[in-house]
């Protein structure tokens, strides 16, 4: 993979030239902040509403995994919007704008290109899951007390496995789609289908809903069969996407 190092540098430097790691972040940082305030005041904002037509709401009181859950449930949906926006243009862009052309007519791999780009999209969302998490986390601790701090881990990394799956599907579609805004559409809808077809009774254990059900019992520090099968299966799924981003760029006259 000649020219990796070079590349990954100048791609993470992209990251931050466009704002891209300061956006995710503060996406991310949002929820961790208003999650677990939402979490803990909602009840007491629903009661305070005048009732219509007699009607009584009656919520549980919520607690520190309440917070938490609510928190990665968020996080794993805007987390895909986020992907598909970082990485639909990743490719595209750079072969609309002869930028792809440049860069590899000089000594370097396309598997290099490739895997620059997802590792400096995958940092971006090391960053924002970081800083979501310890948000999250502080603000729960402040707001209920303790909770599974092991299995709070444990799902963040679920997650960021997850998110690796969604830049990878999405840079196969930038590099199969002349158009960005294509390429993201594309890329929505497999995650879409991924997420309704993880409800079958059995390739569902397979995929990635499984990840983050599992991170949910983690987090409640419930006991229960791990998830290696969904995990190796998500790993697949990002290495096929990879290679077959590598199958486009190879056939594609840049």
């Not at 949002?30 to 009732?51: A, C, D, H, Q, R």
């Not at 986390?137 to 701090?149: I, Q, S, V």
């Amino acid at each position: 993979m000649s020219g990796f190092w070079v590349l990954l540098r100048k791609e993470i430097k992209e990251q931050f030239r466009t704002s891209k790691v300061v956006i995710v972040a503060a996406v991310f940082l949002f929820f961790g902040l208003s999650t677990p305030v939402l979490t803990k005041y909602l009840p007491e904002i629903i009661k305070s509403m005048p009732s219509t037509g007699g009607i009584i709401i009656e919520m549980p009181t919520p607690t520190s995994n309440d917070s938490l859950v609510g928190y990665t449930s968020d996080i794993s949906q805007f987390g895909v919007l986020m992907a598909v926006l970082v990485a639909m243009g990743a490719i595209a862009k750079e072969v609309e704008s002869g930028t792809a052309a440049m860069v590899l007519s000089k000594p370097v791999g396309r598997m290099a290109f490739i895997l620059a780009k997802l590792k400096a999209e995958g940092f971006t969302f090391l960053v924002g899951l970081t800083l979501g998490g310890l948000a999250a986390w502080g603000y729960t601790l402040m707001l209920f007390g303790d909770a599974h701090l092991l299995g709070f881990v444990y799902q963040n990394l679920l997650l960021g496995l997850f998110f690796a799956l969604c830049l990878g599907i999405t840079l196969f579609f930038s590099s199969l789609m002349k158009s960005q805004l294509a390429a993201g559409g594309l890329a929505i809808a497999v995650i879409i289908f991924l997420s309704v077809i993880s409800s079958l009774p059995w390739i569902g254990r397979f995929l990635p809903g499984a990840l983050i059900n599992w991170g949910n019992r983690l987090v409640l520090g419930q006991t229960g069969a791990a998830e290696w099968g969904a995990v190796i299966a998500v790993a697949l799924l990002t290495a096929l996407s990879v290679y077959c981003t590598w199958l486009m760029l190879r056939k594609k006259e840049l």
